[in-house]
């Protein structure tokens, strides 16, 4: 039994009659979304992610023994951020002296 070729799409996408092609005029009277609706722009840029951290974390690279790695791993997700809770107690007792 013979294959039968599924045909593609044209390269350009599909052609649609509803929305006629862009000419060279329409390219040049084109102005960037943001130039045209400033205030729906912003409120996009509001809604998008979760909200700033008041005091954002700094990403560092830091070495550490693995038996030290491997004690916070042993207690499953979320041992970066137990190492972190350990390092600013620390630093609290510290400043406390």
Known sequence: MAR?????????GIPDKDIPEMTGRDFRQARPFLEVFPEFTEAVKRMRGRPRAEHPKVQVTLRLDPEVVNAFKEDGRGWQGRIN?????????????
């Open 4 to 12: 039968v070729k599924a045909k593609h799409p044209p390269a350009f």
């Open 85 to 97: 809770e350990t390092l600013v107690r620390a630093v609290k007792r510290k400043r406390a002296k």
